[in-house]
């Protein structure tokens, strides 16, 4: 069982900045992959970001390339994404996301991918 927590979230303006985190506990050693995932009301959860093991390859959705970066610091069983340059649209309940996936770092952002998930943290952009 793998137990996952997420950290971060809050009210900001557009083009400002928040570190989201997320912290993984209980069996984590078999988690090849995690990510980030959105959702915002009346709308579907979306794949935002994803790493591999090892943090080598990253994979974002085309909306955050440029503003977002995703992370992991293993020794701490951390997962992070860094978000810069927010906009409105950027607003949803994001999601964390850990799982034992093969394949190519694109794969990555279907959640039907991952066994495991966080609880949320909320994040809204004004205008």
């Known amino acids: 069982q793998v137990v996952l927590v997420e950290s971060g979230g809050g009210s900001v303006q557009a083009g400002g900045s928040l570190r989201l985190s997320c912290v993984a506990s209980g069996y984590t050693r078999n988690l090849t992959r995690m990510a980030w995932f959105r959702q915002a009301p009346g709308k579907e959860r979306e794949g935002v970001a994803t790493?591999?093991?090892?943090?080598?390859?990253?994979y974002y959705v085309d909306s955050v390339k440029g503003r977002f970066t995703i992370s992991r610091d293993n020794a701490k069983s951390t997962l992070y994404l860094q978000m810069n340059s927010l906009e409105p649209e950027d607003t949803a309940l994001y999601y964390c996301?850990?799982?034992?996936?093969?394949?190519?770092?694109?794969?990555?952002?279907?959640?039907?991918?991952?066994?495991?998930w966080g609880q949320g943290t909320q994040v809204t952009v004004s205008s």
């Open positions: 996301a850990a799982g034992r996936i093969l394949g190519s770092i694109s794969v990555g952002l279907m959640a039907a991918n991952y066994a495991y």
């Open positions: 790493i591999s093991t090892g943090g080598s390859f990253t």
